[in-house]
C-alpha cells in the first residue's frame, strides 16, 4: 500500500513549529509515503511566506496547497512561480503567480496533485470543475494516479467535485472551513473522499484563531484583527491508502496527532 497524509489547514507560525517537531516522527509511525499539506495561512497574519513552506518541506511535508488567501502576502509571489511544489488554486486567472498543479515522484509513483478553489462563497474565480477538467486533460499520460485539495466554504460543492471527478483522481479533500467532518469514505469504489481534513492550530480557539475576537467580530460587526490563539496545538487530516496494482483508494481515515 501507498500511504498519503493529507494534513489540514496550518494555522500560523507556532503550527508550523508544532510540525516541525511532530511530523517526521508521525511519519515513521504511520508508515507514511507522502504528505500533502494546505498552508494558505502559515504565515502572521494570513497567507504564506517563503519561511513557512521552507520549515515545513523540511519538516516532511512533499506538496503545499493553498487557497483563497495564498496571495496575501507579495513577497511569495516570486517563490510561488519558482517552487513547482508549492500549488495555488489552478482556476485563477493563468497571469497570477504561481501554479495549480505538479506532479511529484515519490517510491517510484508520478503523482499529480491538484489545488482548486470553490465558487460558492468564495472570491470570484473560475468555474471548478472546468479547470479541473481541463488539468487532466493536460497531464493525461504523465501520471499514475492524482489527489485533489478543493478549497471550497459549500460542503455540498465540494461532494458535488468528488462525485464528479471520482473515476479519474484517486484522492480527494477539502479545506478551507477546519472543521474535520466525519465523511471519510470510497466514492464509487475508488476514490477516498472528505469534505473537509480539518486544521492545524490551537485547541481552544474558533477555527484558530482568539476566539474573543471572532466573537467581537459577530457581536459588534466591526473590524478587528484575527489573531491566531495562543495553547496546546492538534494536528488534524486523514490517511488515504493507494493500492499499488490498481491505484485505487482502498482505505480513507480520519487521524488526529
Not at 480539518?198 to 467581537?216: C, F, H, P, R
Amino acid at each position: 500500500m501507498f500511504k498519503i497524509l493529507a494534513i489540514g489547514d496550518i494555522c500560523g507560525p507556532a503550527s508550523v513549529e508544532y510540525l516541525k517537531k511532530n511530523l517526521w516522527r508521525v511519519r515513521s509511525e504511520l508508515k507514511v509515503n507522502m504528505v500533502i499539506a494546505n498552508a494558505e495561512n502559515c504565515a502572521e497574519p494570513n497567507g504564506i511566506d517563503r519561511v513557512g513552506a521552507t520549515t515545513l518541506f523540511e519538516s516532511g511535508v512533499d506538496v503545499i496547497t493553498t487557497g483563497n488567501h495564498v496571495f496575501r502576502k507579495s513577497s511569495v509571489f516570486s517563490y510561488l512561480d519558482d517552487e513547482e511544489r508549492v500549488l495555488r488554486p489552478l482556476n485563477f486567472p493563468t497571469t497570477n503567480p504561481g501554479h495549480g498543479d505538479c506532479i511529484v515522484k515519490i517510491d517510484g509513483y508520478r503523482i499529480l496533485c491538484l489545488n482548486a478553489l470553490g465558487s460558492a462563497y468564495m472570491d470570484s474565480s473560475a468555474c471548478p470543475f472546468e479547470a479541473i477538467e481541463k488539468c487532466l486533460d493536460r497531464n493525461r499520460g504523465q501520471y499514475d494516479f492524482a489527489i485533489l485539495d478543493i478549497h471550497a466554504e459549500a460542503t455540498g460543492e465540494k461532494k458535488a467535485i468528488g462525485y464528479e471527478f471520482s473515476p479519474r483522481i484517486s484522492v480527494i479533500f477539502g479545506t478551507h472551513t477546519h472543521i474535520q467532518t466525519n465523511d471519510a469514505q470510497i466514492l464509487n469504489g475508488r476514490c477516498g473522499y472528505v469534505t473537509d481534513i480539518g486544521m492545524v492550530g490551537a485547541k481552544d480557539s474558533i477555527l484558530g484563531v482568539k476566539k474573543e475576537n471572532v466573537i467581537y467580530k459577530m457581536k459588534t460587526k466591526m473590524l478587528t484583527r484575527f489573531d491566531f490563539a495562543d495553547g496546546e496545538i492538534e494536528a488534524n487530516g486523514a490517511i488515504f491508502e493507494i493500492d499499488e496494482g490498481t491505484l485505487r483508494c482502498t482505505s480513507c481515515n480520519l487521524v488526529k496527532f
